[in-house]
């Protein structure tokens, strides 16, 4: 079997370039991992995870734009698993 066929497929949604890229490399990296995409999240999420097909999904969510928790909402039911990573304001 392929190497390939054997990584876990990532699809990277964010509405920053820069983090898309950021989290794209660092994830690319990892061993078992591969980036099958990067997208805003603004699409309809349902369309991408179809053509993607990944295997999780890691969506960086600023909670200060509303949009990007609604397409969360969006997601077709029993997609991927998704990994949100957002922001707060609370320090540990």
Same mark, same amino acid.
């Given at each position: 079997?392929?190497? %390939?066929? !054997?990584?876990?497929?990532?699809?990277?949604?964010?509405?920053?370039? @820069?983090?898309?890229?950021?989290?794209?490399? %660092? +994830?690319?990296?990892?061993?078992?991992?591969?980036?099958?995409?990067?997208?805003? $999240?603004? %699409?309809?999420?349902? +369309?991408? +995870? $179809?053509?993607?097909? =990944?295997?999780? !999904?890691?969506?960086?969510? &600023?909670?200060?734009?509303?949009?990007?928790?609604? /397409?969360?909402?969006? @997601?077709?039911? /029993? =997609? &991927? &698993?998704?990994?949100? +990573?957002?922001?707060?304001?609370?320090?540990?």
């Amino acid at each position: 079997m392929s190497d %390939e066929l !054997t990584k876990v497929r990532v699809l990277i949604v964010s509405l920053d370039r @820069l983090s898309r890229a950021g989290l794209a490399v %660092e +994830l690319d990296q990892q061993p078992g991992l591969v980036v099958v995409g990067q997208i805003a $999240g603004d %699409e309809d999420s349902s +369309l991408l +995870l $179809g053509v993607y097909d =990944p295997d999780v !999904t890691v969506w960086d969510v &600023p909670w200060q734009t509303a949009s990007s928790s609604r /397409n969360l909402e969006l @997601l077709p039911e /029993n =997609p &991927p &698993p998704v990994l949100v +990573l957002a922001t707060t304001d609370q320090v540990n």
